[in-house]
């Protein structure tokens, strides 16, 4: 059988032969375009063994995965040679799975099932699968932006109850030492408080300022005396005595101290200061045993008497014995604490007294 090719060039001669009027370039041209479709087929034909070999190789590693799957079920069991039933249904399985992955494969490359190329030609079904990926991608953008936000908001919430829980814990120490801090001041100043009783006490204990109360000695026998009375009608309350304080000082009394301390060993005797009658004693428990004398409309209180030798009604001139000195009521020594009252009727009150020294002297008498 003669050749395309030699067919051809035997009907190029015959032409030229005839005619003589065909140019040489058409003839070759000719020529080439057999030559192309001729490489064409060929390449074709090797593209088809290709595939050929290719799926019987996968065929026979297929066939050989069966056997050694039923060789493996035939080697547990003695009676029965054939595969589990289960290996068919894992081969259908297997290739369904293979041709859905081809499947997918060549419509992303572009290739159909029959093996023509689309690339260039995307048909509705590949338009449907990029919308359903960009869908499920943009569903899968907005799981994560939630689970992303709501992480942010859990974080958020832990990081603000530790503050809060570092807040109360601060606020609590701070609580906590502050309280320390002012008891151990209330301490401080209790025990300061304390101290300076103790040295006021012993302070005081040689000066006759005002102290605790004692009882007034009893069976103690005083010499008489009688002091001077001066061209006024006055008189001393004492013949010896040292003034321990002044009518207004500031110390352990309540707001000042309310008449004069005259300080004398105890039965010093205590005379009164003026003529006047003997009341009946009201000033309280800090006074002690004590005599209150009015003398027209004022009246003279004197304090802490160990023992008083009068008795309310009687009538007293200046410079009459009247008591001796004591300890009794609150007192820190041995003293006489002498009040003046310009108004007789609130001896029960110290702080309407004034002072005792200034009225003296209207009375002709420096103490």
């Not at 300061?192 to 040295?199: A, P, S, V, Y």
Request: a neutral charge; charged letters at 20%.
């Amino acid at each position: 059988m003669q050749s395309p090719f030699r067919r051809a060039r035997a009907k190029r001669a015959a032409g030229a032969e005839l005619d003589g009027l065909k140019p040489t370039a058409m003839i070759d041209e000719n020529v080439r375009g057999y030559l192309s479709h001729g490489l064409l087929g060929v390449a074709i034909a090797a593209l088809g063994l290709a595939v050929a070999g290719g799926v019987a190789l996968t065929g026979s590693a297929e066939a050989t995965e069966v056997s050694t799957q039923s060789t493996t079920m035939m080697s547990g069991t003695a009676n029965r040679a054939e595969p589990l039933p289960q290996a068919q249904d894992v081969d259908r399985e297997t290739q369904a799975e293979r041709q859905a992955q081809e499947e997918v494969h060549n419509s992303e490359d572009g290739q159909g099932s029959d093996g023509t190329l689309d690339r260039y030609n995307r048909d509705a079904g590949t338009s449907r699968t990029n919308a359903v990926r960009a869908e499920l991608q943009r569903g899968v953008s907005q799981q994560i932006a939630k689970e992303r936000t709501s992480s942010l908001e859990n974080q958020g919430e832990s990081v603000s109850q530790t503050s809060r829980t570092a807040v109360q814990k601060s606020r609590s120490e701070q609580i906590a030492e502050q309280r320390k801090a002012i008891q151990a001041e209330q301490e401080r100043l209790e025990e300061e408080k304390r101290r300076k009783e103790e040295e006021e006490r012993l302070a005081n204990q040689q000066k006759g300022t005002l102290t605790k109360s004692s009882e007034p000695v009893q069976g103690y026998s005083a010499p008489v005396y009688s002091g001077e009375v001066s061209g006024a009608g006055g008189a001393k309350p004492m013949g010896r005595y040292t003034i321990a304080a002044r009518w207004g000082a500031v110390g352990s009394w309540s707001r000042y101290h309310t008449g004069i301390d005259l300080s004398a060993p105890i039965g010093t005797p205590v005379m009164a200061a003026a003529d006047g009658t003997v009341q009946s004693p009201n000033a309280g428990g800090w006074a002690g045993v004590h005599v209150i004398i009015k003398h027209s409309g004022d009246a003279t209180l004197y304090a802490h008497l160990n023992q008083a030798t009068v008795r309310p009604g009687q009538t007293v001139k200046a410079g009459q014995v009247i008591g001796y000195v004591g300890m009794t009521g609150r007192t820190f020594g041995p003293h006489l604490h002498m009040e003046y009252y310009p108004s007789a009727s609130s001896t029960s009150n110290p702080y309407s007294t004034s002072d005792p020294y200034t009225w003296l002297l209207t009375k002709g008498v420096r103490l």
